[in-house]
Structures are given as C-alpha cells and as structure tokens.
C-alpha cells in the first residue's frame, strides 16, 4: 500500500502530537533522551498503533451476517451467540479479536466463514485462545 500525500499529511500532523505526548526529546526529569530511548519510543508507538488498526479492521471485515452456507455441505447455518476469541502473533505484536462462529447442523460442526480471508498470512497460525 502506498500513502496518499493528503493521508501523509494528515500521519505526519499525528506524529507531532504522539510525540507531545510522549515528551519528545526530554525525559520526565528534564534530561535528554539518547538517540535509542527516541528510536525505542517510536518502536514501541509504531508497534502500538499498527495492531490497534490491525484489531479494528479484523473486526469490521468480518461478516455482520446472521447466517453463512457452510463450506462443506452449503446450507444456510445459524451463527452462533457466542464469538470466538481469536490472538495471532504478527510482525508488529498481538492481534486480539471476536471471531463470529457459525454452526452447520447437517454437519454437526461449526465453522469460521472468515478463515482463508481472515487469519495468518504471514507468521504463527493464529492459536485460538480458550474460552472464557
Ligand atoms: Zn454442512
């Protein structure tokens, strides 16, 4: 993906306030910070923002609706109330989100319409955290 000038801006005006935020080049006692304090911070920002973006879109790309066809018989199958709890290990750290769980009853099993678009493309396979 390449960023559109207007979008740069508009990331570079975000930057600016992070780094109020964060205090810019002085620590809390006034000091100044070392060149890898700065690039730790920005790291650590980076890493933060992405998987808060990351967690948003995953969760909005998933399908709102109440039923899905089952992906080996075909049949309409109701979602289930429950979502499941699903963590993936990426590039830029955890990625927590709901996924919705749909249950096929000709099959007797239940299905994630959202694997294969939604998931590990890259690194771990995405373990499924336990239910609560
Ligand atoms: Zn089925």
């Not at 650590?44 to 923002?49: F, N, Y």
């Not at 998987?51 to 109440?66: C, F, H, W, Y």
């Not at 075909?74 to 993936?88: C, F, K, N, Q, T």
Request: glycine content about 10%; overall charge negative.
């Amino acid at each position: 993906m390449a960023l559109a000038m207007h979008e740069r801006d508009r990331l570079q005006q975000l930057a600016k306030e992070v780094r109020g935020i964060l205090g810019g080049a002085t620590r809390t006692d006034g000091s100044p910070k070392t060149f890898d304090e700065m690039e730790s911070d920005s790291i650590e920002v980076a890493d933060l923002i992405g998987t808060s973006m990351l967690e948003s879109n995953v969760q909005d790309a998933q399908e709102p609706s109440g039923t899905c066809r089952c992906p080996t018989c075909d049949r309409l199958s109701p979602r289930h109330d429950d979502a499941e709890p699903r963590v993936l290990q990426t590039d830029r750290g955890e990625v927590a989100w709901l996924e919705a769980e749909y249950f096929c009853r000709r099959c007797r099993r239940s299905f994630f319409p959202s694997h294969g678009k939604v998931g590990a493309a890259r690194g771990s396979d995405g373990e499924r955290a336990g239910r609560a």
